[in-house]
């Protein structure tokens, strides 16, 4: 296969990007998109120049590090896929590609297609977690959960943080990244005791960071990976609320 | 070298608990007062870093990726064992000990191995209060499943996607930590040199991946949690980043590194398509509870899989292992299917493969019943390769996944280096020479959640009076010399050849000679060929760009250095240990039908390897194993 990139480049956040075009030769159609940015990379650093820094780990969807913008949406055009599960036998021998970084305020540019997903952590740091010290647990069995909320909860455990949900919102939210924790650890009974605090510090914290609000256009759940359902963003709206009015 | 496992005197089911009503404990006012560095933020090293805070320790936490939840522990799918007896099958901790043991082909440590799984229902309850979303019964207990290489059902999972669930459990326990103050966390460092003073390990120098800018961290113990080495043969089940770098520089610190050629080739994995890939995606084995492995009965049998009838099928794990079938341990699967490929009957476009069938299954249980349990899995097979594993067999084949081997650790998880603790994969103590599925989860979390908590402090404890030591001591200084100094040399050489080339040229090489078969000559071969590779390495190699930057290229290069080393210690330890022995098997030692031979009279002992210097072989240490509940038998899964 012939694919002809546009690759955006850009040495860091304060730095002023462009789109550099690289034409390809000679792809495979089973090859992944990331190993066609491999082979970009090989061929680059052969000929002496920089290479693109993208992010990447796993390459088997789950770590939730890579993320472009391929073609103008989130993780490319397939739905439920990541970046790295992405092969070439999608695009057509000829195509044209246009790589991006995720953007928003919330993700600087940490250099090309690399950025700065530390927002996240910092949300999930406000109250995204059950306070159980080691060795405080009872016994596993001693809660029974049905099976129906169990697979529920994990519904919205499943989010691998990848940050498409923010890179595809007109307002660069993160409310499905919010509130598929605050849904999961409120749907459990573990994550009762702190169920008021929760969603208001979370919250709080994703407007710190600079994501925009949610103003329900449910463009995020067509991208995600994991397929989070807007139906968690209704649920933290109601935590919220709930928090609100119930303060702890 | 001198060995001490430390192991507490008593009966095995009493060790653990002797420990630690003696082991000596840090008060409060004190514990305040002393710094431990985590590296690695997996199941191990954020449950380590967690557990540490709660207790009052000041922590620094590093890992190379951009946040602590990418740790690739997040990549495990099929599950998590503990003899929780939930299903009333005849469980409990003696019995998982010994199919433990068993299943590492009797070359572990007993008492570790029974500390294992007593602490593991406690990992279940752990994990239970975080809110990890284990699968659940119509009544609302917790569901259990089968894993290779035992007759119980003892494996707790969240779906496909176990690793990630206790992984995010263990990283919610270090935010909250994090929000607390108690832990600093350091993403996208990288560890790049252990900084010892006087014979002990006093903190590290780490690399800032996004600034280039190196950093000098000290402390009172540091503790590796940096994973497997299983990414030495590049096509591998783990994540690019997944490197051997941290311990490979605490062996050449002075650390013993054991076993290192014990490496874990997994049977069920996506078959290499072409040249350009880089890496073999893993199936997870919790498919062959359900899914029958089987080839075609007439090598080179090209017909698609379908129109084989059933009598032109073999079975052949059922058939050479009736009493575990397709439940066969990791290593006799991936022999098994190794022997059927070289024999010209793989499966595939490159003849590379054989095929996991759920026909039977979907026929007995529904499709709908096979979604629930596997439905991430067949939709993963279906991005990678096209293909609908609804309505044909997949096609799998043998990668390399797991590393047994990694620091020598006593019963106490530090490295025969004080201060140096290693937990989770990266120390060898807990599965011999073949880890058993749904183990690795388990002992990285019981490392971190309850082992190293009791233990660090009893080493601690001896460290109050001990002379402060900070970043701008001499030893530091020296250390930070030696990295910039390496950095520079790999980027001065500018060569040809990409460091990602010399990698793939090493993997291959390792496939080939020190992967699922080795033999003597194949190995002395290795051996020579991995000097001249790495001596090319040094002459030929060619990174972009600079240290003080954002440099991939730079950080694949370090830790290619690194692999380039390792391999060939690895080879060194398969060519003297002159028997088969789970993972390890020398095409010399087996019996007639093609079985393991392993050689106890000779070999009943954990190699330990301690370095001595840039031009001089290694030394091997044996720390001898001692069976005193069990006595080791000839493994038969017929």
Known sequence: MKITLYIWRQDNAQAKGNMEKHALNGLNPDMSFLEMLDVLNEQIITAGGDPVEFDHDCREGICGQCGLFINGRAHGPLAATTTCQLHLRHFKDGDTIYVEPFRAAAFPVVKDLRIDRSAFDRIIQAGGYVSARTGDAPEANALPVPHRTAEQAFDAAACIGCGACVATCKNASAALFTAAKVSHLAMLPQGQPEREHRAQAMSAQMDEEGFGHCTQTGACEVECPQEISIAHIARMNYEFNRGAILKP | MKLDAKIPEGPLAEKWGRYRAACRLVSPANKKKMSIIVVGTGLAGSAAAASLAEMGYQIKAFCFQDSPRRAHSVAAQGGVNAAKNYQNDGDNAYRMFYDTLKGGDFRSREANVYR?????????????????????????????????????????????????????????????????????????????????????????????????????????????????????????????????????????????????????????????????????????????????????????????????????????????????????????????????????????????????????????????????????????????????????????????????????????????????????????????????????????????????????????????????????????????????????????????????????????????????????????????????LRADFWQNLKVPGATETVNSELEKAGRVADYLELAELMCRDALAREESCGAHFREEYQTGDGEALRRDEAFQYVPVWSYQGPDTPPELVEEPLLFETVSPTVRNYR
């Open chain 2, 116 to 532: 294992l799984a007593e602490c593991s229902a406690q990992l279940i309850d752990q994990a239970v209060a975080q809110g990890v979303p284990f699968a659940r019964e119509y009544g609302g207990y917790l569901a259990n499943r089968s894993f290779g290489g035992v007759q119980v059902k003892r494996t707790f999972y969240a779906r496909g996607q176990t690793g990630q669930q206790l992984l995010l459990g263990a990283y919610s326990a270090l935010s909250r930590q994090v929000a607390q103050g108690q832990v600093q966390l350091f993403a996208r460092h990288e560890m790049l040199e252990l900084v010892t003073v006087d014979g002990q390990a006093r903190g590290i120098i780490a690399r800032n991946l996004d600034t280039g800018k190196l950093e000098r961290h000290a402390a009172h113990a540091v503790v590796l949690a940096t994973g497997g080495y299983g990414k030495i043969y590049y096509l591998s089940t783990l994540a690019m980043g997944c490197n051997g770098s941290a311990i490979w520089r605490a062996y050449k610190k002075g650390a013993g590194f054991a076993a290192p050629s014990w490496t874990q080739i997994h049977p069920t994995c996506l078959p290499q398509s072409g040249s350009y890939q880089s890496k073999l995606t893993l199936m997870s084995e919790s498919l062959r509870n359900d899914g029958r492995i089987w080839v075609p009965i007439r090598a080179h049998d090209q017909r698609p899989p379908n129109e084989i009838p059933e009598a032109e099928r073999d079975y052949y794990l059922e058939r050479r292992y009736p009493a575990f079938g397709n439940l066969a341990p990791r290593d006799i699967a991936s022999r098994a299917a190794k022997e059927r490929i070289d024999a010209g009957f793989g499966i595939g476009p490159q003849k590379n493969a054989v095929y996991l069938d759920f026909a039977h299954a979907i026929q007995e249980y529904g499709e709908g019943a096979i979604r629930e349990r596997y439905g991430n899995l067949f939709r993963m097979y279906e991005k990678i390769t096209g293909r609908n594993a609804y309505r044909e067999p997949m096609m799998i084949s043998p990668a390399a996944h797991f590393s047994m081997g990694g620091l020598w650790v006593d019963y106490e998880l530090m490295t025969s280096l004080p201060g140096l603790f290693a937990i989770g994969e990266c120390n060898f103590s807990d599965h011999g020479a073949n880890r058993l599925g749904a183990n690795s989860l388990l002992q990285a979390c019981v490392d971190g959640y309850f082992i190293l908590p009791n233990t660090i402090s009893n080493f601690l404890a001896g460290q109050l009076t001990a002379p402060a030591i900070g970043p701008s001591h001499e030893a530091f200084a020296a250390a930070e010399q030696s990295v910039a100094l390496q950095l520079g040399r790999l980027l001065n050489i500018q060569g040809q050849r990409t460091a990602g080339s010399y990698h793939k040229a090493l993997g291959a090489l390792l496939y080939d000679k020190c992967g699922v078969l080795r033999s003597r000559e194949g190995l002395q071969q290795a051996i020579k060929d991995i000097s001249a």
